[in-house]
């Protein structure tokens, strides 16, 4: 059953490993663990003004007039920008025409002008001496908002004569995928098994909560240190100042966590018309309470699954409904409706398929990135019905999934064919494995079981055409440096391209000094977003590395009298193979080679797999670079009385390609855990008439050291993935997998189904009370 | 403007005078004199990320006034990072994978370390009351516990030879 044991590409397991797949202690964690790393929110600048952001605490109205004459007559306060004060001009939230669906009309207004769409619009933006003097202002500004009709349900949002949040309508996109014929499966169904699956917004409660520092340089240039995803928002800056864009960098520093919180633009836009409006530097430091009301959330999905099965467990086609509230504006809800669609029916075989998606404006908070992408929550959907069907059907809910897992070779929803290997079955097997034996019920508590396994994308849209540049050079003393713009959310993202480019130089990680995440400076290396960062920057830096050891080995062999083949390089040495008492040191090569002209650095782009987008009528065709596979497994203890859950274990399997570091891969697992867990149980942003009523650590509650189990990591390494080495992407996996399982192995301790996260002991109680009086 | 004054306090060790107005937060006062190692999360006593000990006693300085330590004494991350002999937690944390966004480091060696003065055998329990303010979102806490318990083994073993 298994071919586990044999990875997948063989000229790729033989290769010798010196640097990748070892855990190396990554090169950002020394000055992180003695407080010695600089964040964004650690730098000043000699005359820094301080800003603050004047926010509508009504999610639908009319500004019906904003006088701030007697804050900007405070003295101290420098500056307050108010709509009238800007250009009447739009701040674009992503790339123009990319999702294909795209509307002008819901590109972001930069300050509310008139209306307002959602709960934490920015109304004004104030820039004074000091922190306390902001403050002050910010309480003088005087306005009066209108309140207008709004609406806060997906169904509602689409009723006739409802508030329209933005022209034309409130669809703000749409998908389908077609495949088969699902009238002919249904009708070769034993059963037809329907089910609805709801999920909530949730937050992405990094710790450091958004930051940034902007000053205008002797060039003009709008300068931003600021923690974010995506330096590359530079260009939407200088769109939105009205200035070229070589005249905003962004450059950025260590992340306090990211998510998909950082991905889309946060206090850039302010800083840089701050900065443009004074002359001053600026810094700007969100509260956490700006932080909740601030950012765009995870949209909250509802999923119908109607599934036709055989009575021994082949699936005969398959009918998901998806609707998910992209709030007041569209950011990147298309595109998250699109993963949500193209995961929906999970790794599993499906030939008769038919998928409608889709996104809904409201006045709630506006939805965007949040790891896993919309195919979190189509895990969170797919695994529970997965359960349910095999309930029905009295069949082991284990066999059940592998009568339908797909298999190596096997194409997905859009009809694309998977081209690494698809470990789903191998990853299972092993976390059930690992779980051991389950433990007894003690009385009203109740022990569950639960996986959930998935299949979700690394890389960006093919459809993008997305690249990565990176830059690898040796000194004249055999240390190397890498340079790439990559950002580093607390992952290890540019720790694993030194890992890499020592792997390939012959050097050890502490022999490489990696500079990153400067839109002026160093290449450009796309988002950190969409679990691509090693996939795409790693080839890049792979391939700069090898272009440049070829040049390295090519002079080493003239050096030593040897062929090209037989050298290689280690240890920081120069040697050939079969006679390594003929060597010389990367130094002396380096040396040697900078006095004979020879080219000691290389520049790279890895370009993704670029495709046209999918066929709109039936969503078939190619729409990412490759997929994880992976599984998710945990016990849990329900007491049946209060309704409280425990999770016992928890044990995350991946599949994913070829750790470059094991114990970051770990990292990614064991924080997934966390995230998925928190998903499942506990996090819930309450909007009450489209307001933030929970903007805190104390009402929004994210697991802490008392409620995680020790998790348990399986890495599994087909070394089949697009990544350098063979590697796939592990970031948004590891979390996808976590909150179906559970939910699952509640739905086994209890003997029925909470529909809606999150499982909280009210909602366990209430659904077994129910359970009860049937 | 507010009433200021200079507090008399020891930080890390060394006798300070840092001036203070009456509503500064300890957090504020110490990321103004450079103590950048702590850190802001919620302002709210809810996170833990500014946590640093007064008198050995870890504390959310977010919620501390500066004028409340005048005569005490302060210990942030810095203070556990002597050149000549850092603290074990450090040194496990690093060999652990412990730390990934780095930003609730601080907060948490801090609680770590008055936690391991007091309970030099730690449980899992024990540790995860000592971390129970101080929020992690990205480790799932499994590497934070394992390097606490690593740094505990280091400590006993050089019992006596400080």
């Given at each position: 059953?298994t071919?586990?044991e044999?990875?997948?590409?063989q000229?790729e397991a033989?290769?010798?490993l010196?640097?990748v797949?070892k855990?190396?202690?990554r090169?950002d964690a020394?000055g992180?663990?003695t407080g010695?790393?600089?964040?964004?929110?650690d730098?000043?600048m000699?005359?820094?003004l301080h800003?603050k952001?004047?926010?509508?605490d009504?999610?639908s109205?009319?500004?019906?007039?904003?006088?701030?004459?007697?804050?900007?007559?405070?003295?101290?306060?420098v500056?307050?920008?108010t709509?009238?004060d800007l250009?009447?001009?739009l701040?674009?939230?992503?790339?123009?025409g990319?999702t294909?669906?795209?509307r002008a009309s819901t590109?972001r207004q930069i300050l509310?002008r008139?209306i307002?769409?959602?709960?934490?619009?920015?109304l004004?933006?104030i820039a004074?001496?000091?922190p306390a003097?902001?403050d002050q202002?910010?309480?003088l500004?005087?306005?009066?908002?209108?309140?207008l009709?709004?609406v806060y349900?997906t169904?509602?949002?689409?009723?006739p004569?409802a508030?329209i949040?933005?022209?034309?309508d409130?669809?703000?996109?749409?998908?389908?995928?077609?495949?088969?014929?699902t009238?002919?499966?249904f009708?070769?169904?034993d059963?037809?098994i329907?089910n609805?699956?709801?999920t909530?917004?949730?937050?992405h409660a990094f710790?450091?909560p958004?930051v940034?520092?902007?000053?205008?340089?002797?060039?003009g240039?709008v300068n931003?240190?600021?923690?974010t995803?995506?330096?590359?928002?530079?260009?939407f800056?200088a769109d939105a100042l009205?200035?070229?864009?070589?005249?905003?960098?962004?450059?950025?520093?260590?992340?306090?966590?990211g998510?998909g919180?950082?991905e889309?633009?946060t206090?850039e836009l302010y800083?840089a018309?701050l900065?443009?409006t004074?002359r001053?530097?600026?810094?700007?430091?969100y509260?956490?309470?700006?932080?909740?009301?601030g950012?765009g959330?995870r949209?909250?999905?509802s999923?119908?699954?109607k599934t036709?099965?055989t009575?021994?467990?082949?699936?005969?086609?398959?009918?998901?409904t998806?609707?998910a509230?992209?709030g007041?504006?569209?950011?990147l809800?298309?595109?998250v409706?699109?993963?949500?669609?193209?995961?929906?029916?999970?790794?599993?075989r499906v030939?008769n398929?038919?998928i409608?998606?889709a996104a809904?404006?409201t006045?709630n908070?506006y939805t965007s990135?949040?790891?896993?992408?919309g195919?979190?929550?189509?895990c969170v959907a797919y695994?529970?019905?997965?359960?349910?069907i095999a309930?029905?059907?009295?069949?082991?809910?284990?066999?059940?999934?592998r009568?339908n897992?797909?298999?190596t070779?096997?194409k997905t929803?859009t009809g694309q064919?998977?081209?690494?290997?698809?470990?789903?079955d191998?990853c299972?097997?092993?976390?059930?494995e690992?779980?051991?034996?389950?433990?007894?019920?003690?009385?009203?508590?109740?022990?569950?079981?639960g996986?959930?396994t998935?299949q979700?994308s690394y890389?960006?849209i093919?459809?993008?055409?997305d690249?990565?540049e990176?830059?690898?050079?040796i000194?004249?003393?055999?240390t190397v440096i890498v340079?790439?713009?990559v950002?580093?959310?607390?992952?290890?993202?540019a720790?694993a391209?030194g890992q890499?480019a020592a792997e390939l130089?012959?050097?050890?990680l502490?022999d490489v000094?990696i500079?990153?995440?400067?839109?002026?400076?160093?290449?450009?290396?796309g988002?950190?977003t969409a679990t691509?960062?090693?996939?795409m920057?790693?080839?890049?830096?792979?391939?700069?590395?090898t272009?440049?050891r070829?040049?390295?080995?090519?002079?080493?062999?003239q050096e030593?009298d040897?062929q090209?083949?037989?050298?290689?390089?280690?240890n920081g040495?120069a040697?050939?193979i079969?006679?390594p008492?003929?060597?010389?040191?990367?130094?002396?090569?380096?040396?040697?080679?900078?006095s004979e002209?020879?080219?000691?650095s290389?520049?790279a782009?890895?370009?993704a797999?670029?495709t046209?987008?999918?066929?709109?009528?039936?969503?078939q065709?190619?729409v990412?670079?490759?997929?994880?596979y992976?599984?998710?497994?945990?016990?849990v203890?329900?007491d049946t009385e209060t309704?409280?859950v425990?999770?016992?274990?928890?044990?995350?399997a991946?599949?994913?390609?070829q750790a470059?570091?094991?114990?970051?891969?770990?990292?990614?697992?064991?924080?997934?855990?966390?995230?998925?867990?928190?998903y499942a149980?506990?996090e819930?942003?309450?909007y009450?008439?489209?307001?933030?009523v929970?903007?805190?650590?104390?009402e929004?509650l994210?697991?802490?050291s008392m409620?995680?189990?020790?998790?348990?990591?399986?890495?599994l390494e087909?070394?089949s993935?697009?990544?350098?080495?063979g590697?796939?992407?592990?970031?948004?996996?590891s979390l996808?997998p976590v909150?179906?399982?559970i939910?699952?192995?509640?739905?086994?301790?209890?003997?029925?189904?909470v529909?809606?996260?999150?499982?909280t002991?009210?909602?366990?109680v209430?659904?077994?009370r129910?359970a009860?009086s049937? | 403007?507010?009433l200021?004054?200079?507090?008399?306090v020891?930080i890390?060790?060394v006798?300070?005078q840092?001036?203070a107005?009456?509503?500064?937060?300890?957090?504020?006062c110490l990321r103004?004199?450079?103590h950048?190692?702590v850190?802001?999360?919620?302002?709210?006593g809810?996170?833990?990320?500014c946590?640093?000990q007064?008198?050995?006693?870890?504390?959310?300085s977010?919620l501390?006034?500066t004028?409340m330590?005048e005569?005490?004494s302060?210990?942030?991350l810095?203070?556990l990072?002597?050149?000549?002999?850092?603290h074990?937690?450090?040194?496990?944390?690093?060999e652990?994978g412990a730390?990934?966004?780095?930003y609730c480091?601080?907060g948490?060696?801090?609680?770590a370390?008055a936690?391991?003065?007091?309970?030099p055998?730690?449980t899992?329990?024990?540790i995860?009351i000592a971390l129970?303010g101080?929020?992690c979102?990205?480790?799932?806490y499994t590497?934070i516990f394992t390097a606490?318990?690593?740094?505990a083994?280091?400590l006993r073993?050089?019992?006596g030879?400080?």
């Open positions: 059953m071919d586990q044999t990875p997948y590409r000229a033989n290769v010798v010196r640097q797949g855990p190396l202690e090169t020394k992180k663990a010695r790393t600089r964040y964004a929110g730098y000043t000699p005359g820094m800003a952001v004047l926010r509508s009504i999610a109205g009319r500004l019906k007039h904003l006088d701030a004459s007697k804050a900007r007559a405070l003295p101290g306060v500056s307050v920008l709509a009238q250009p009447d001009r701040a674009a939230t992503d790339m123009p990319q294909g669906q795209k590109d509310v008139e307002i769409r959602h709960h934490g619009e920015p004004a933006l004074a001496e000091t003097l902001a202002a910010f309480d500004i005087e306005y009066e908002i209108e309140p009709p709004g349900e169904d509602a949002a689409l009723e004569g508030p949040v933005t022209e034309p409130n669809v703000v996109g749409e998908y389908k995928i077609r495949k088969g014929d009238e002919k499966g009708a070769g169904a059963h037809i329907e609805t699956f709801h909530q917004f949730i937050e710790l450091e958004e940034g520092l902007a000053w205008v340089d002797e060039n240039v931003i240190r600021m923690s995803q995506v330096i590359e928002h530079f260009r800056i009205g200035v070229p864009h070589n005249k905003v960098r962004i450059l950025g520093a260590m992340v306090g966590g998510f919180g950082k889309d633009i206090v800083l018309l900065a443009q004074t001053r530097p600026v810094r700007l430091a509260t956490r309470e700006d932080s909740f009301v950012h959330k949209h909250p999905f999923v119908t699954h036709g099965v009575k021994d467990g082949k699936i005969t086609a398959l009918e998901v998806i609707s509230d992209s007041a504006y569209v950011f809800s298309p595109y409706l699109l993963y949500c669609a193209v995961a929906a029916p999970g790794p599993y030939e398929l038919k409608d998606a809904i404006a006045n908070m990135a949040f790891r896993g992408f195919a979190a929550q189509a695994e529970a019905q997965m359960d349910e309930k029905t059907l009295g069949i082991d809910r284990f066999e059940f999934r009568r897992f797909m298999r070779g096997d929803a064919v998977v081209e690494s290997a698809i470990w789903a191998e299972m097997t092993q976390a059930l690992a779980l051991g034996e389950k433990a007894a019920d003690k009385g009203p508590v109740k022990i569950g079981r996986v959930a998935y979700q890389g960006r093919t459809w993008f055409h690249t990565s990176a830059w690898v050079g000194e004249v003393d055999g340079r790439s713009g950002t580093d959310i607390g992952a290890g993202q720790s391209l890499i130089l012959g050097v050890g502490d000094v500079y990153n995440s400067d839109s002026a400076v160093t290449p450009l290396a988002t950190t691509r960062a090693l996939y920057t790693g080839r890049a830096v792979h391939t700069a590395s272009n440049l070829e040049r390295l080995v090519a002079f080493a062999a030593l040897a090209f083949d037989e050298i290689d390089l280690a040495q040697f050939v079969d006679d008492s003929k060597s010389m040191t990367l130094k002396d090569l380096a040396s040697r080679g900078a002209g020879l080219e000691r290389e520049l782009m890895f370009r797999p670029f046209d987008p999918i066929d709109p009528e039936t969503g065709g190619p990412f670079p490759d997929f994880t992976g599984c998710h497994a945990v016990d203890a329900v309704g409280e425990t999770v016992l274990k928890s044990v995350g991946h599949d994913i390609g470059i570091n094991p114990q970051a891969v770990e990292g990614q697992i064991e924080g997934g855990a966390l995230m998925g867990q928190g149980l506990s819930e942003l309450i009450q008439e489209g307001k933030l929970s903007p805190s650590f104390s929004y994210i697991p802490t409620d995680m189990p020790d998790i348990q990591c399986i890495i087909s070394r993935g697009l990544g350098p080495f590697a796939k992407g592990i970031g948004e996996p996808t909150a179906p399982a939910a699952n192995a509640i739905a086994d301790a209890i003997g029925t189904r529909f809606d996260l999150p499982i002991p009210e909602k366990i209430r659904a077994l129910e009860d049937i | 403007m507010s200021e004054k200079a507090v008399s020891t890390n060790g006798a300070r840092l001036s107005p009456a509503n500064e937060t300890l957090l504020d103004r004199h450079g950048f190692e850190k802001s999360g919620c302002e709210k809810d996170c833990g990320a946590a640093v007064i008198d050995g006693e870890p504390v959310d977010c501390t006034l004028w330590v005569g005490r302060v210990t942030t810095e203070g990072n002597d050149a000549d002999s850092p074990p937690l450090i040194a496990a944390f690093l652990q730390v990934q966004c780095g480091t601080p948490i060696m801090i609680a370390e936690m391991l003065r007091e309970t055998d730690p899992d329990e024990d995860a129970s101080n929020l979102r990205c480790t799932g590497k606490v318990k690593q740094a083994e280091v073993a050089g019992d030879n400080d």
